[in-house]
């Protein structure tokens, strides 16, 4: 099955709805995102980038650095409550913006789908590029392998009931099994969209 077909298949019954990816830091979503967008015909944003241009700041460690974490989400509910507004988006939220109820509200004018991809590749895909663009991430200390593991866990346990409030679960896990492949690591980004588009369609038919 062609993305292209699936996107065809399902993008009438979407009636315009946003669609608004969720999950961990590395988890895919600006990647798999761009490519859903353009397979939908959609247009595409994401809202850390949103975020530093509303700020006028040039990078969301920039904005922790000056202004502290409290005004990053202050700034990226703003950014949210103005999507759920608009149709025909796919949106590529920030990692923690699942952590505030009043977020939900707006996420819900759209679909949500989850990004569920495993510890150990999230940590290997952030450490390739390191953490410096990551602020929660680059505080502590030890390699980059071994800090993005130890936080990135923390993290996950704290977040995952909120993770889990979205409208349709992508599991990377699930996708390698169903394929036979032993590594979630061999999956590409644009096998991730096809799922995304999989599970959309069984949230739209329940
Ligand atoms: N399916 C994939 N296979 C291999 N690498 C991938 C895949 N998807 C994304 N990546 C890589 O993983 C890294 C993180 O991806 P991406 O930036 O899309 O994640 P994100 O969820 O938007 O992260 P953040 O929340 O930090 O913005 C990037 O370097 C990207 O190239
Ligand atoms: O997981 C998080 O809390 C974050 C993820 C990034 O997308 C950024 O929104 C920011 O670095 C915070
Ligand atoms: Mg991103």
Request: aromatic share 8%; hydrophobic share 40%.
């Amino acid at each position: 099955m062609t993305l292209k077909n699936k996107s065809e298949e399902i993008e009438p019954y979407l009636n315009g709805r946003c669609i608004f990816l969720v999950g961990m830091m590395g988890s895919g979503k600006t990647t798999v995102g761009r490519i859903l967008s353009s397979a939908l015909g959609y247009s595409f944003f994401d809202s850390d980038t949103l975020v530093e241009q509303a700020t006028g700041v040039t990078s969301v460690a920039e904005i922790f650095n000056l202004h502290g974490e409290g005004f990053f989400r202050d700034n990226e509910t703003e950014v949210l409550r103005k999507l759920s507004l608009m149709h025909r988006l796919v949106v590529s939220t920030g990692g923690g913006a699942v952590i505030r109820s009043i977020n939900w509200k707006y996420m819900q004018k759209g679909i949500s789908v989850w990004l569920d991809v495993p510890l150990e590749a999230l940590a290997r895909r952030i450490a390739a590029v390191g953490t410096k663009s990551r602020p929660l991430l680059h505080q502590e200390s030890g390699d980059a392998y071994t800090k993005t593991v130890r936080r990135l866990s923390t993290l996950l346990e704290e977040r995952s009931e909120a993770y889990a409030n979205a409208n349709a679960r992508v599991s990377l896990e699930n996708i390698a099994a169903k394929l036979g492949y032993r590594d979630v690591c061999n999956l590409t980004p644009a096998v991730i969209a096809i799922e995304a588009l999989i599970q959309i369609e069984s949230f739209l038919k329940k």
